[in-house]
């Protein structure tokens, strides 16, 4: 690690923590937020977030099969049009610079969230970006992070 950031400048990293709760008080499928910061954490080469991601996202039930293939998300066929949509969303904030956002993801993605949906899904983006440019740039620890993540018991 490169240098703490808590330590460093505390209100900085309690901003961020701040809006994480902001993001974790979202009503969206706990598994598609982890495919959404998991394919945030891919493009952005975040070792440190992919562990904790994909770890987290094993822990609550998700299909490692789906994690494993989601960098080819478009060519595989085991997601739905709401993931995609918010995948193809991830993707256009995270490389920013290059898409531009366009109309047409956006408007796959009000057909398929609510506006609250789609600020809980940006939020989430703009979080997962922050986190990753932090862990990345600082030189997170990678490897040592273990889940507290429970699946969601099935109701019959």
Avoid at 61 to 76: S, Y
Avoid at 129 to 156: C, D, F, I, Q, T
Wanted: glycine content about 6%.
């Amino acid at each position: 690690m490169r240098l703490d950031g808590r330590k460093t400048l505390p209100q900085g990293y309690d901003a961020m923590i701040n809006l994480q709760k902001v993001v974790n008080q979202s009503k969206l499928d706990p598994k598609l937020m982890m495919l959404v910061v998991t394919r945030a954490s891919q493009i952005n080469g975040c070792a440190y977030c992919l562990d904790m991601h994909t770890k987290d996202a094993t822990a609550i039930g998700e299909d490692p099969q789906r994690l494993h293939v989601l960098a080819a998300w478009r060519e595989a066929p085991f997601y739905s049009k709401k993931e995609r949509a918010a995948l193809d969303w991830t993707e256009s904030l995270t490389l920013l610079s290059q898409t531009g956002a366009p109309d047409k993801v956006y408007a796959e993605l009000e057909k398929n969230f609510s506006p609250k949906e789609i600020m809980e899904l940006t939020f989430a983006i703009v979080a997962i970006n922050g986190w990753n440019r932090l862990a990345v740039g600082l030189r997170s620890e990678v490897g040592g992070y273990v889940s507290h993540l429970k699946a969601e018991p099935v109701m019959a």
